[in-house]
């Protein structure tokens, strides 16, 4: 059931990392299907496992533990720019009242070469709210949710490869 009106949620997704990652991707804040899934990019048409297993040339993960195993083993951090908002529905545009995350405690404990962004509004609110914390500049991805119609899945993997250089050993 889609909800019409603007509600306060809380962030219950631990972020995914360990002191092996070398990359960070941030989205904005996970969506209704991902809150009742309990895990990142749970709606069936978001397209950012596909993603990620084709610019890693592997099989998309399926289950919340072959996800969080496909992203450890690749060296991939997950988490979201905010902990709490005020939100309708699944709706970026409609985000107001942030509380950020602390990714000082990713930044900390893995050697993040890079931090990328899932999408325009979670860059905008990294700039806005993590950047002067961190004082470290976030690249900016097209967003893999179904909402990105202009993007299909060829165009994202694309542009997603990015990535890749920054997983690798030696850079």
Not at 63 to 79: D, G, M
Not at 87 to 115: F, M, Q
Not at 142 to 169: G, H, R, V
Request: with cysteine.
């Amino acid at each position: 059931m889609k909800k019409n009106h603007p509600e306060n949620q809380v962030h219950t997704i631990e972020p995914v990392f360990d002191s092996a990652s070398r990359i960070l991707i941030l989205g904005s804040f996970p969506s209704v299907k991902s809150r009742e899934a309990g895990f990142f990019y749970g709606h069936p048409q978001n397209r950012f496992w596909k993603v990620l297993a084709g610019i890693t040339d592997s099989e998309v993960p399926v289950t919340t533990e072959e996800k969080k195993a496909f992203l450890l083993q690749r060296h991939i951090a997950v988490w979201d720019v905010i902990a709490s908002c005020v939100i309708t529905g699944s709706s970026d545009s409609s985000i107001r009242e942030v509380v950020p995350n602390e990714i000082g405690r990713i930044l900390e404990a893995a050697p993040i070469r890079c931090i990328f962004c899932n999408g325009g509004t979670s860059y905008q609110l990294y700039r806005k709210y993590l950047y002067p914390l961190t004082g470290r500049e976030a690249v900016k991805l097209p967003s893999t949710s179904p909402a990105n119609a202009a993007w299909n899945l060829e165009k994202l993997k694309s542009e997603w490869k990015i990535c890749l250089s920054f997983m690798e050993n030696g850079v």
